[in-house]
């Protein structure tokens, strides 16, 4: 099976821009998980959507927002983005079988504002 | 609420020495436990989970860690590190029931010196 993919790889935007990520997850992971991480604060959690339903939410303003489709693909989207928004931004999809938790991740996106 | 402590933001460590890289949890219902492996520009992948059971878990190269339920702590290890095991290490808990979300640790860096 394909892994989770990720695109953009690298982006780099200027601050009060909006920005959206894409991830495709595994075929048949239905749960798609999307995290922050950045040097010091390690992963910072920002939602997680189940077959089109988000499910759980951290705790980032409402300026981060996501989405999901049929398909299982899910989108997030930042709007007038900050500067502090820079950071690696992470994927990651489980199978609803096994442990919660068991989660296999893409290579993220790196988004600079500038 | 869980969380997650890593004891140590980086671990230098020579070759072919044994490491152990700390982890105390924070819950008040049952819970899963994970290690994942973060290589540098690399998404990141299960090293071994906790879900019930024996408390030494094994997992990938050469990797395992213990669960101690009285200590709520989940220490990794290895007896012997290659130069190839460079890399973040993070520790990740979630309850065992339900769909909540998972919560990871800020990372240990383990450098392998030759």
């Known amino acids: 099976k394909a892994g989770v993919t990720q695109t953009p790889r690298y982006l780099i935007k200027t601050r009060g821009q909006q920005v959206t990520l894409s991830c495709s997850p595994i075929?048949?992971?239905?749960?798609v998980s999307w995290y922050q991480q950045t040097p010091g604060q390690g992963l910072q959690f920002l939602f997680e959507?189940?077959?089109?339903?988000?499910?759980n939410k951290g705790n980032f303003p409402g300026r981060f927002s996501g989405r999901q489709f049929s398909n299982s693909r899910s989108e997030m989207n930042v709007s007038t983005l900050e500067l502090g928004d820079s950071a690696l931004y992470l994927c990651?999809?489980?199978?609803?079988?096994?442990?919660?938790?068991?989660?296999?991740f893409g290579p993220g996106t790196r988004l600079t504002v500038t | 609420a869980q969380s997650v402590t890593q004891l140590d933001s980086q671990v230098p460590v020579f070759e072919e020495a044994p490491v152990e890289l700390r982890c105390n949890y924070s819950?008040?219902?049952?819970?899963?436990l994970f290690w994942y492996v973060q290589y540098p520009n690399q998404g990141l992948q299960l090293l071994l989970k906790?879900?019930?059971?024996?408390?030494l878990v094994k997992g990938i190269n050469g990797f395992e860690a213990e669960f101690n339920k009285s200590q709520t702590s989940f220490h990794l290890r290895k007896p012997s590190v290659h130069i190839s095991d460079t890399a973040e290490y993070f520790c990740?808990?979630?309850?065992?029931?339900?769909?909540?979300?998972?919560?990871f640790g800020i990372g240990t860096k383990l450098q392998v010196i030759p």
């Open positions: 990651a999809s489980s199978p609803e079988t096994g442990a919660r938790g068991e989660q296999y």
């Open positions: 075929s048949g992971h239905r749960s």
């Open positions: 959507y189940f077959s089109e339903t988000q499910r």
């Open positions: 819950s008040s219902v049952s819970v899963y």
């Open positions: 906790y879900l019930s059971g024996s408390t």
């Open positions: 990740a808990v979630t309850p065992s029931g339900g769909y909540q979300k998972v919560t």
